[in-house]
């Protein structure tokens, strides 16, 4: 092989492998999944949890959507000690140690996660920040950062006007492709619970490619991340987009 050969394949190689990475890190693999609750639909049975006894018309979760938690696939308590563990499993989350965040972070998560008020976000660390390989400051930071910007979108202005409504799936499916771009609205499963004789729209998950667990605490857009990740079925059909109140 001459050396001009040796210098065009070496090249061929190269770009090959080049094309291989690509189609890695784009391989429509979900590897982080964003909850975001409607809290008062979770709040109608859930009615002694502190957050929803003190739920009002005019707070925040009342017309936003509220953060859940930030979920790595398939990996839960790394590097937690059997007794926490235990505690969590239990539901002991007072008993669980308190999330060391930055005032500034601490306000944002109050607003966004009103669990807070029963200790969610001490389960939410143990249980799946802890596999994130991100500091706890930068998991919450980066879970408000995301809930936020569903809470900009047409999706969140969607749920708003129609709050005592039904709402679709496909209404659903066309404000994530709006805000997110084409083909958003496949990589979102929708939960409902029923409450008396209504189905309720509880919670929407999302699903956020392989970038969450570096790219995404920095830089990654939510629509980048869903951009990235796995298509999934939509799961409930429709369902009513609860006002706040029992």
């Not at 999330?99 to 966004?112: D, F, G, R, Y």
């Not at 950062?145 to 708003?160: G, K, M």
């Amino acid at each position: 092989m001459s050396s001009m050969q040796l210098r065009t394949f070496t090249f061929a190689v190269s770009m090959v492998l080049a094309g291989a990475a690509t189609a890695q890190e784009t391989d429509g693999r979900t590897r982080f999944i964003l909850a975001a609750s409607w809290q008062p639909a979770f709040c109608q049975t859930n009615q002694k949890k502190a957050e929803c006894a003190s739920q009002t018309g005019e707070r925040h979760d009342a017309t936003n959507f509220s953060l859940h938690g930030l979920w790595p696939m398939r990996q839960d308590y790394c590097g937690v000690s059997d007794d926490q563990k235990a505690a969590d499993k239990d539901g002991k989350w007072d008993a669980l140690p308190a999330v060391a965040v930055s005032a500034e972070t601490q306000a944002a998560l109050a607003k966004a996660m009103p669990g807070t008020q029963s200790g969610l976000e001490r389960h939410e660390w143990i249980k799946h920040g802890t596999c994130t390989k991100m500091s706890v400051e930068d998991y919450f930071g980066v879970s408000v950062r995301l809930v936020d910007a569903l809470n900009a979108s047409a999706v969140r202005d969607l749920f708003a006007a129609n709050i005592g409504k039904t709402v679709k799936a496909e209404a659903i499916k066309a404000a994530f492709d709006k805000s997110f771009g084409p083909g958003a609205g496949d990589r979102v499963k929708m939960s409902c619970r029923r409450a008396g004789n209504v189905r309720m729209i509880s919670e929407l998950t999302i699903g956020l490619s392989a970038d969450a667990g570096t790219a995404l605490g920095k830089n990654a857009s939510l629509a980048d991340l869903m951009r990235g990740a796995g298509k999934t079925s939509f799961g409930c059909d429709e369902g009513v987009v609860d006002a706040a109140g029992f």
